[in-house]
């Protein structure tokens, strides 16, 4: 529960920069020495999901972590189903590498 309030936090995907699903380029919100050898999506991404993970109760975490992982196929194959020029697909496709590759570690 939220410290102050009745109101559950709940993780969900938000907008991480929702922008560079469309130009492929991230922009910076992760501190600057924060994973440097990482790759801005990776880097932002991995920062995003870090944050939420410290701000939610651990089992609202770990049970949003397992409905992404569960949908991992029917999401993919959306993309991959949708009418998307090829360069707006493999940036989709990136981008939900990186988050799922992220998803998958322990941060």
Do not use: C
């Not at 991480?16 to 919100?29: K, M, Q």
């Not at 651990?58 to 949908?71: D, E, G, Q, V, W």
């Not at 009418?83 to 989709?92: P, S, T, V």
């Amino acid at each position: 529960m939220s410290a102050g309030t009745n109101k559950w936090l709940v993780p969900v995907a938000g907008d991480f920069d929702l922008a560079s699903w469309v130009t492929g380029i991230a922009r910076r919100i992760a501190p600057r020495d924060y994973h440097p050898e990482l790759g801005d999506i990776e880097r932002e991404t991995r920062y995003a999901l870090e944050q939420i993970e410290h701000r939610v109760a651990p089992a609202n975490y770990s049970a949003a972590r397992s409905r992404f992982l569960a949908k991992r196929t029917l999401i993919q194959n959306l993309v991959l189903s949708a009418n998307l020029e090829d360069d707006g697909r493999a940036i989709a496709l990136r981008h939900l590498q990186e988050f799922y590759d992220v998803l998958g570690t322990d941060l």
